[in-house]
C-alpha cells in the first residue's frame, strides 16, 4: 500500500501530461491545464502533499522519499523557472544513480549491503548472498537511469510514457527477478551460515 501512495504525484503528473492543454478558472486565476508545465506543477504539488501527508502521519519519511521529494522539488522547480522540460527529464536518471551510488557506497561504509538493512529484518541470508542482492540493486538503478536519460532524450515523444510505464515495467521486472533469486537461495540460509 505505502509504494501505491509513492506513485499518487507520478499518476497525476501523467494524467495532467495527457490532457489537450486548456485555459480553466481556478481561484479567480486562469491557470493552463495541460502539457508539460501544468504536469510539472501538479507534480510538485501532489509531492508535497503526498510526503507530507506520510510525515504528518508517521512522524517521518524514509531516506528514499526524502531523495524522491527533493529532486522533484529541484528538477521540477527548475523546469518551471526556467520554462524547459531539460530539467525534468533529468531528475529520474539522477534519482537513479543516485540510489545506485547510496547502494554501492553501502559496500564500504557500515557493516552491511543497504539491501540487508533494508530486508534483514524479514529475511536471513548468507553473507555473499546479501552481497549479490545489492550488487543486483546497484545494476538495476544504473540501468533504470541510463533507460530513462536514452528515451528522454533519443525518443522525446515517449519520454513521459517510458517514464511511468516503463520504469514501473522495469521495476516489476526486477522485483520478480529478485522473488526467484530470493526463493532459489533461501535454502543457503542454514542456521550455521545466518549472516544476522
Known amino acids: 500500500m505505502k509504494q501505491l501512495i509513492d506513485f499518487i504525484p507520478l499518476i497525476l503528473f501523467f494524467i495532467v501530461y495527457k490532457l489537450e492543454p486548456r485555459v480553466v478558472e481556478l481561484a479567480g486565476h486562469s491557470v493552463t ?11 510538485i504539488i501532489a509531492s508535497v502533499v503526498v510526503y507530507g501527508a506520510i510525515f504528518i502521519a508517521h512522524r517521518r519519511l524514509e531516506k528514499g522519499q526524502w531523495l524522491t521529494l527533493a529532486a522533484c ?18 531528475k529520474a536518471p539522477v534519482v537513479n544513480w543516485l540510489f545506485a ?23 536471513t541470508l548468507p553473507a555473499i548472498t ?3 542482492l545489492n550488487l543486483a540493486w546497484i545494476l538495476f538503478f544504473l ?27 522495469l521495476t516489476l521486472l526486477f522485483l520478480a527477478g529478485q522473488g526467484l533469486f530470493l526463493a532459489r537461495h533461501l535454502h543457503d540460509a542454514e542456521p550455521e551460515n545466518r549472516n544476522e
Open 33 to 43: 491545464l495541460g502539457g508539460i508545465f501544468s504536469a510539472t506543477a501538479v507534480l
Open 73 to 90: 522539488l529541484v528538477f521540477g522547480g527548475m523546469t518551471l523557472a526556467f520554462h524547459s522540460e531539460t530539467f525534468l527529464k533529468w
Open 101 to 123: 551510488l547510496a547502494f554501492a557506497a553501502s559496500h564500504f561504509i557500515g557493516d552491511k549491503p543497504l539491501i540487508q538493512r533494508i530486508m534483514g529484518h524479514a529475511i
Open 130 to 132: 546479501w552481497i549479490r
Open 143 to 169: 540501468i533504470c537511469g541510463s533507460a530513462n536519460l536514452f528515451v528522454a532524450f533519443t525518443f522525446p515523444e515517449y519520454w513521459v510514457d517510458f517514464k511511468v510505464f516503463g520504469s514501473l515495467g
